[in-house]
């Protein structure tokens, strides 16, 4: 009965693990990468992050009960008790369990050891720190109207990112309207529309 259970966890957990690298569920960039740090947005040609935390820089975590982790758990798992079923057969059920659970954290915990140190290897390349951003130009993606939060787009390190927005001029900002950013509070950006006197470094005339 019980190397039924495993010989089900081990393969379950083995084609999901399988379904989710093919996804890059876990938050690598491969391919273009479209992060936005402010709205904890994150789409990598097409996929998702569902299982990783977003942080206010552009920092991406990989959570340690994300889908990915647990089924590597449930694959070590799985495999560990077959394996110690066919070498200590007279071992009490029990105790393979316990040995399974055992190994299954283990392995677990490597697995998001590693996947976090990849995790943060590839995003560190492209992270937007915030410092770097004050005075960077944008360009609005979606409106921003007086008192509500409209969204910028910009490029940093070779890789667009998304954030949302205000405007501090008291004014609506249309959409391709060029931008500079002059201060992040949270994960806000505030703004200041761009005129051609200040794209050109130019003073208006009296």
Not at 5 to 25: N, P, S, T
Not at 26 to 36: A, K, V, Y
Not at 141 to 170: F, L, Q, W
Request: charged share 15%; glycine share 10%.
């Amino acid at each position: 009965m019980m190397i039924n259970i495993y010989w089900i966890c081990m393969l379950l957990g083995f084609i999901w693990l399988v379904i989710q690298l093919l996804l890059a569920d876990f938050g690598s960039d491969f391919g273009d990468i479209d992060l936005d740090p402010g709205a904890l947005d994150v789409d990598i040609d097409g996929g998702h992050i569902d299982s990783a935390e977003v942080l206010g820089t552009g920092e991406i975590h990989l959570s340690p009960v994300s889908p990915m982790v647990i089924s590597g758990f449930i694959t070590i798992f799985g495999a560990t008790g077959i394996i110690t079923k066919h070498v200590a057969s007279g071992i009490p059920s029990i105790f393979t369990a316990l040995i399974a659970i055992g190994i299954g954290f283990l392995g677990a915990a490597f697995l998001w050891i590693t996947l976090s140190a990849i995790i943060k290897t590839v995003s560190g390349s492209s992270e937007a720190k915030v410092a770097d951003l004050i005075g960077h130009e944008a360009e609005v993606i979606t409106p921003i109207r007086v008192g509500s939060v409209g969204e910028i787009a910009y490029i940093y390190n070779g890789s667009r990112y998304n954030a949302p927005a205000r405007c501090i001029d008291k004014s609506d900002v249309e959409r391709n309207h060029l931008v500079k950013i002059v201060r992040i509070v949270g994960t806000t950006y505030f703004v200041t529309a761009l005129t051609e006197e200040k794209l050109h470094g130019e003073k208006p005339e009296e």
